[in-house]
């Protein structure tokens, strides 16, 4: 089950989105209302997703493990980042 967690205005300068876009978070539940995946996206007054098209996976729970993505830390290079997501 989908579940909007935020659904608000986000600082232009800081999103570089067309106006009226909304950052939405989006949890994904299992049917026992647990959290099992977290996103975050740009909603588009069209209708489409911003940024890079799809949305950004924040958290992912598989099994009894939960795979959570931190803020970008501009001083490790991204491949390093995705390598460390992973191996968590």
């Known amino acids: ?12 300068t800081a999103a570089c989105e067309p106006f009226c876009t ?7 539940d299992n049917p ?20 890079w098209g799809l949305p950004d996976p924040k958290r992912l729970k598989i099994g009894t493990r939960i795979y959570a993505m931190h803020k970008r830390d501009a001083r490790v290079p991204l491949h390093e980042q995705a390598e460390a997501w992973a191996l968590k």
Do not use: F
């Open 22 to 28: 909304l950052t939405q978070e989006i949890s994904y």
């Open 32 to 51: 026992d209302g647990q959290e099992q995946a977290r996103v975050h996206q740009y909603l588009r007054t069209d209708g489409t997703i911003g940024a």
């Open 1 to 12: 089950m989908q579940r909007i967690t935020r659904n608000t205005h986000p600082s232009r």
